[in-house]
C-alpha cells in the first residue's frame, strides 16, 4: 500500500512537471482506485463511470492545490467526496422538483382510505342475526372494548371459547356480508 501511494505521490510530482505519460498514469490508477468507492454508493454503472470522469476533470483542475508533501489519496478522496455529493444533491432535487404533493392525490381520492368500510353500526343489525351467545360477545368485545379475557369471566366461559366463538361469529358475518 505505501508502495502505490508513493508511486501516486511521485506520479503526481511528475505531472505537475510537465510529464505527460506520468500524469495518464496518474488519471489510471486515480480512477482505478475510486470506481470501487464510487460503485459501493451509485447503483448504476453508467452514472459511476459518468461521475468518475467528472471526478477526473475536478482532479484535473485542482492539481494546482495539491501539497507534494501530503498523500495523494486522500486529496482525490476528498475532491471525489465533494464531487459525489454534488452529484447526488442534483440528482435528488430533480426527483423532488418532480415529487407530486401528497396534498393533491388526497383530493383524487374519492373516499377516505384510512376510514374502515364497515363500522360495528353498520353491521349492528347482522350481528343479532347470530346465534344469541355469539352476538353477546361481538358486542362486548367490539362495541364496549373488552378483552376475550374479561369476557370470559363475564359470561361464564373459558378465554379459548370465546375466542373459538368469536372466530366463528367473524366467518358467518364475512359470508352473511359477501352476500
Not at 67 to 80: H, V
Amino acid at each position: 500500500m505505501a508502495k502505490i501511494t508513493k508511486t501516486l505521490e511521485t506520479l503526481m510530482r511528475q505531472a505537475l512537471d510537465g510529464d505527460k505519460c506520468a500524469y495518464a498514469d496518474l488519471l489510471r490508477e486515480t480512477a482505478h482506485f475510486l470506481r470501487p468507492f464510487l460503485k459501493q454508493k451509485l447503483s448504476s454503472k453508467h452514472d459511476v463511470e459518468d461521475l468518475l470522469q467528472e471526478i477526473l476533470l475536478s482532479i484535473h483542475k485542482a492539481r494546482h492545490t495539491y501539497n507534494d508533501l501530503r498523500p495523494y489519496k486522500p486529496w482525490a478522496y476528498a475532491i471525489a467526496k465533494f464531487r459525489l455529493l454534488d452529484y447526488l444533491r442534483t440528482r435528488y432535487a430533480d426527483h423532488l422538483r418532480f415529487a407530486i404533493e401528497v396534498s393533491e392525490v388526497e383530493n383524487t381520492l374519492h373516499e377516505d382510505v384510512t376510514e374502515p368500510r364497515i363500522s360495528y353500526e353498520s353491521i349492528n343489525g347482522e350481528i343479532f342475526k347470530l346465534p344469541e351467545k355469539q352476538a353477546l360477545i361481538l358486542q362486548m368485545m367490539h362495541q364496549e372494548g373488552y378483552t376475550a379475557k374479561e369476557v370470559a369471566e363475564k359470561i361464564s366461559m373459558t378465554e379459548t371459547a370465546v375466542k373459538v366463538a368469536a372466530h366463528r361469529a367473524y366467518k358467518t358475518l364475512k359470508r352473511h356480508l359477501e352476500e
